[in-house]
């Protein structure tokens, strides 16, 4: 039973941490806090659902909708923080910015689908779970956690051995540096938009297919617990965003197990408050709290 | 002396600063009389603006006492310590940015009940040479010089017992160099102590009545400005053995 | 005319019940502070206000009283905590403290569930609501003459240098989070009762995100941006009714439009104007 429990732990959390990581990604690059991430989550699950209503393959519409998340990220950058950035705007203007353009978005994706709930013609859900030993899984499931990993070492992979991984990289430990030492600083923020973005939507998408259900107001719940998350694991550390996604995840479904579904998100928040209090950077948070 | 004298100024014995496990100053001991101006120099990184952080009280001191005219201030939270009698100019240039020039020379005095006049203004902004500039414009709009001088009238305005100047100088050419130690030099005239942090030697040998420098967080010489600037340990320390005199 | 303002009066009532959101989100900002726990206040007040005029029978006053006692007891707690956090971090744990709050509406049989309470006296009319409304702008106007609204500036300003001057900006970020949960807190009261029913999810992420974007479009680090913003929040929606499905895009992208061409808000537009 417990077993059970940390597994399913396992796959809601590897969402949890694929969308956390995009969040954190902007942050470390750029000090942003990108409100809009969970619109690029939910309009990601839109376009491969309109993708398969069409006919095209799922494996296809899943890359679709990710292209189209990353593309979205893009612009959401050129219009909503570039221009911030060469006025040195602060902390309040590019998260309002971010929630201007998560509204518009919003807004998009009612006037295409409306409000009602959609649903995947579900090839994968009808498949019969599979049973390893104590453990029963859905094939849902185990694709849902599979992508997941494997576009995180994907991350991983880009940000450690390619040049734009370290471009990135560099310009997230020092801007001024970087563009010195001749990063081509828009196309390595823009590219930085994509990967992030491409990874909530990919996030977006998964959780649509995990729970067949894909509605216009899809993000609001993981906007906020994605903040949980990288509170948690530190805020512009990538190993805390999968970390403390995993961590969320396991311990949401245990409490649900084994205390009450109905407090479910407040463990979440409970935790998320004590360590900003107690310890602000997080597990792995290298960047000490701007304090004045 | 059967009892020792209470200093009027800033008296710092045995002052030690540490960072989790950095010690960044070491058993420091130096004394800013009131009139006088003390020059604090050292190679970067040598505990300086730890050394005045810990007299301001945005960090505490692990060892050691700090004194105002026989007070303890270490232990103190910074806004008493202003109001205590110490005034600062910064490193990197903390003014109101947004908020007019007048309005920041008035700041300077908010621990003070009198109020602050167009006259009064005016008058603090002469002793730094600043008689031109337009009270209405917003202080990060004046030019950099004038925003140093701006931070320096801005601590005059608290009537302070000591000021803490850290790298006043730092951008600016001879000429307003230049300015700056007559600057320096009346307000001491008019009986403030100073403590002068800088690595312009041109400064601090015009401005200064004695100098201590600091290397590693300790104190390494201490004198008058011409007496360090040909002590071995001193030359040693900013630019290598081989140098004869800085 | 009078016809106008009485088959409108709930709108009416609404803008200036978002006023003094705005209020009390401005006061933070004005400190620099980016504490984003005014829905949370605010709906602390009205379940307290709801509870003691459908259990207790307690007239408006005293219950507007009580509600707010609770909500600025509640800003001193979280002031607490929340001490050594600035920026961002302080805008997540403060909302963090909302999520809390609401889920645990959600659960608790006093305050309903997630049905919520319903069956509020309707006895907060446009009279009352206004006159909040307006001693709280006396009272602000009175604030801002004093050396405290000096020692605000200055901490929004630069936090170090404020101390550097003698500024206990400790004290000005607990006081300033304290007067944002009082304001917040009659808000909320008024808000009770004057919309027969309330649930958790009236005092969310949701109506924070609200409150926030009014300061910005009036203009963050004035109370009367503040005011400015709520009434062009408040009224927008209504006045481009004809733009119907396009009212929300709309929203959104004045939204961006003012942060992007006037981040100083239609209060700097207009001082901008001025000069």
């Known amino acids: 039973m417990l077993l059970q429990q940390l597994v399913n732990g396992l796959v809601v959390g590897s969402v949890y941490a694929l969308f956390a990581v995009g969040y954190t990604l902007v942050f470390g690059v750029l000090d942003i806090l990108n409100l809009a991430h969970a619109a690029i989550f939910m309009i990601a699950a839109f376009a491969t659902y309109a993708l398969v209503a069409a006919g095209v393959p799922l494996w296809l519409a899943f890359l679709g909708g990710c292209l189209l998340a990353g593309l979205v990220g893009i612009a959401l950058d050129r219009v909503a923080f570039a221009p911030l950035r060469r006025r040195n705007a602060g902390t309040l203007i590019p998260l309002i910015s971010s929630i201007g353009v998560s509204i518009i978005i919003g807004a998009i994706a009612r006037g295409i689908w409306g409000i009602d709930e959609r649903h995947f013609p579900n090839a994968l859900g009808d498949a019969p779970p599979i049973h390893l030993g104590a453990i029963t899984v859905t094939t849902v499931e185990l694709v849902t956690f599979g992508a997941a990993l494997a576009l995180m070492l994907g991350l991983s992979y880009v940000l450690r051995a390619t040049a734009l991984g370290r471009n990135i990289r560099a310009v997230a430990e020092d801007r001024v540096a970087a563009v010195l030492l001749g990063v081509d600083l828009e196309k390595t923020i823009a590219m930085t938009f994509f990967i992030a973005s491409a990874l909530g939507g990919a996030a977006g998408i998964l959780t649509g297919l995990h729970y067949n259900s894909v509605t216009v107001d899809m993000g609001a719940g993981i906007e906020l617990k994605g903040l949980a998350v990288i509170i948690l694991g530190g805020m512009g550390s990538i190993t805390g965003a999968v970390v403390g996604g995993f961590i969320l995840g396991a311990v949401e479904t245990l409490s649900v197990a084994y205390i009450s579904s109905n407090w479910r998100d407040a463990i979440a928040f409970g935790v998320m408050f004590l360590i900003l209090v107690l310890r602000p950077r997080g597990l792995f948070g290298k960047r000490a709290l701007r304090a004045a | 002396m059967a009892a020792r004298e209470i ?45 005045i952080n810990a007299v301001t009280g945005i960090v505490g001191i692990d060892a050691g006492s700090i004194r105002l005219g026989g007070k303890r201030i270490d232990g103190i939270a910074p806004h008493r310590i202003a109001r205590a009698g110490i005034a600062r100019t910064y490193q990197n240039i903390r003014l109101f940015g947004a908020l007019d020039v007048r309005t920041n020379v008035s700041a ?28 209405d414009a917003p202080a990060a709009s004046i030019s950099y010089g004038d925003q140093r001088r701006l931070e320096i009238a801005r601590a005059l305005a608290s009537n302070p017992t000591v000021i803490l100047l850290d790298e006043p100088a730092a951008g600016m050419n001879p000429v307003e160099t230049a300015r700056l130690t007559s600057i320096i030099r009346t307000i001491a005239a008019s009986g403030i102590g100073m403590l002068l942090i800088e690595h312009d030697m041109t400064l601090v040998r015009a401005a200064c009545d004695a100098v201590v420098v600091l290397n590693f967080g300790e104190v390494i010489a201490r004198g008058t400005p011409a007496s360090i600037a040909v002590d071995p340990l001193v030359i040693e320390a900013y630019l290598g053995a081989d140098t004869v005199a800085i | 005319m009078i016809s106008f303002f009485t088959s409108h009066s709930k709108l009416f009532d609404q803008l200036a019940i978002n006023a003094l959101l705005a209020l009390s989100l401005s006061v933070c900002l004005q400190a620099g502070q ?12 009205a379940y307290i206000g709801a509870i003691l005029a459908v259990s207790a029978g307690l007239p408006l006053l005293p219950c507007i009283a009580i509600g707010a006692l609770a909500s600025t007891l509640a800003a001193m707690l979280l002031a607490l905590p929340v001490r050594g956090l600035r920026g961002v971090f302080l805008a997540i744990a403060t909302i963090g403290f909302g999520e809390i709050l609401r889920i645990v509406a959600n659960n608790l049989k006093l305050t309903g569930g997630g049905e919520g309470l319903s069956q509020i006296p309707s006895d907060a009319n446009t009279f009352v609501i206004y006159g909040a409304l307006i001693i709280v702008c006396i009272a602000l106007y009175l604030l801002s003459r004093t050396k405290f609204a000096l020692a605000i500036a200055l901490t929004r300003e630069d936090e170090t240098a404020a101390r550097g001057v003698g500024v206990d900006t400790a004290g000005v970020r607990f006081w300033t989070l ?45 109370a009367i941006g503040a005011v400015v913003g709520s009434i062009v929040l408040t009224l927008l929606p209504e006045t481009i009714r004809f733009l119907a499905d396009y009212r929300e895009v709309t929203n959104g992208a004045i939204l961006l439009g003012v942060v992007l061409f006037a981040p100083q808000g239609i209060a700097g537009l207009w001082r901008r104007a001025k000069s």
Do not use: W
């Open chain 2, 7 to 51: 200093m009027s100024g800033l008296e710092l014995d045995g002052v030690a600063v540490r960072y989790g496990g950095v010690t960044a100053v070491r058993d420091v001991a130096l004394a800013v009389e009131a009139g006088s101006v003390l020059g604090l120099i050292g190679p970067n990184g040598a505990g300086k603006t730890s050394l």
């Open chain 3, 178 to 222: 304290a007067l944002g949960g009082a304001i917040a807190g009659i808000a909320g009261v008024l808000y009770a009762h004057s919309n027969f029913f309330i649930t958790p999810a009236d005092f969310g992420f949701g109506r924070m995100e609200q409150i926030l974007v009014a300061c910005v479009i009036g203009g963050s680090t004035s």
């Open chain 3, 34 to 45: 980016l504490a984003l726990a005014q829905a949370a206040f605010m709906g602390i007040a």
């Open chain 2, 108 to 135: 300077g005095a908010f621990t003070q009940s009198k109020v602050f006049d167009e006259r009064a203004v005016r008058a603090l902004l002469a002793r730094v040479d600043l008689n031109e500039v337009d009270l």
